[in-house]
């Protein structure tokens, strides 16, 4: 099982990596509920990577928060066609890349709307990970 906190929380240490998730055409840092500070810090990191926002891209940097070592921008494609299983989808796949990359503490952050049938209804749920055992 994870442990979920929220970004406004202190951690008990920092994160291996902060996945954005933001889509084609957006500033992926715009909307995430960040102090003035960090919003800076994050915005000229996403500056110098310069993320697309392109379907499946994925850039990563050293992470300017304290609250995690890396930032990985994870592009999700045009935000017209962002679906809850497109959504879901992409979280598979960023969950298979720090599995990947042994990041056993990630956190996740989104500001994006979802189209298609039923977006107007999204309600956000605790994801419940459970360790994969070799």
Do not use: W
């Not at 933001?22 to 990191?45: I, Y």
């Amino acid at each position: 099982m994870a442990d979920l906190y929220q970004l406004r929380e202190k951690l008990p240490e920092p994160l291996d990596c902060l996945y954005i998730l933001h889509c084609s055409g957006t500033d992926p840092v715009a909307g995430l509920e960040l102090s003035a500070k960090d919003g800076k810090a994050l915005s000229q990191k996403a500056e110098a990577l310069a993320p697309r926002g392109e379907e499946n891209e994925m850039i990563s940097g050293e992470c300017p928060l304290p609250i995690a070592r890396r930032v990985t921008f994870f592009g999700l494609g045009e935000d017209r066609r962002l679906t809850h299983g497109r959504l879901r989808a992409a979280l598979r796949r960023v969950t298979a890349q720090a599995t990947r990359n042994r990041e056993y503490q990630i956190g996740l952050a989104a500001a994006v709307r979802l189209h298609g049938r039923g977006a107007r209804g999204l309600h956000l749920r605790p994801l419940q990970v459970e360790e994969e055992r070799v």
